[in-house]
């Protein structure tokens, strides 16, 4: 079983909704990238996550709201667009911060679940769990994860580990596994 089917029955998509968004993002010539942990599977030994997160060009999330309410169901959140669909328990959250539409020109496309897709830059994926791993709200079981990814990262390239915040060194050191560095 490839990696996009096994994490498909995880997530039990039997609607194929995860190729049908990203090909409507593709399609539309709609300027995104992921981040999260699919993100970070892009470039360390792969994780379960049960979504999809992106950040898409502000400047072009009205028009691609419009496109995928015509499939999905949308729900505006104050600092996300989370998408669904019935015959799937993927849930996609595009990011609404403008600040983060930068991110997308450092992108690459990486395969990632079978998928070619456009992926955050390793140093802007650690900023991005760092600033989740240290927000106080955050719940434990999500900032254990940040920390898992963090992790990974560092693990991968070595010289992302001057980023991590002393508050976070030790919890990382913890779940950091030596591999090739880059």
């Known amino acids: 079983m490839g ?5 498909k029955a995880v997530v039990q998509d039997e609607s194929n909704f995860l190729e049908r968004v ?23 030994a ?20 419009a496109l995928l309410e015509r499939q999905f169901k949308v729900a505006e959140f ?15 959250q595009i990011q609404k911060d403008p600040r983060l539409t930068e991110m997308i020109a450092r992108a690459e496309m990486h395969t990632v679940l079978d998928l070619e897709l456009p992926v955050a830059a390793p140093a802007d994926l650690i900023r991005l769990k760092i600033a989740a791993a240290i927000e106080p709200s955050r719940r434990p079981s999500k900032r254990g994860k940040d920390i898992l990814d963090i992790g990974r990262l560092v693990a991968r390239f070595r010289g992302l580990r001057r980023e991590v915040p002393p508050e976070l060194a030790a919890s990382v050191e913890a779940v950091t596994d030596p591999e090739e560095p880059e």
């Open 46 to 65: 792969p994780v379960l996550t049960e979504d999809l997160d992106i950040i898409l060009a502000v400047d072009q999330l009205a028009e691609a709201r």
């Open 78 to 92: 104050e600092y996300t667009l989370k998408v669904y669909d019935p015959g799937s328990q993927l849930q996609v």
């Open 22 to 44: 990203t090909g409507l993002l593709r399609e539309g010539g709609f300027r995104y990238c992921v981040i999260g942990g699919v993100g970070v599977n892009a470039y360390a």
């Open 3 to 7: 990696a996009l089917a096994f994490w």
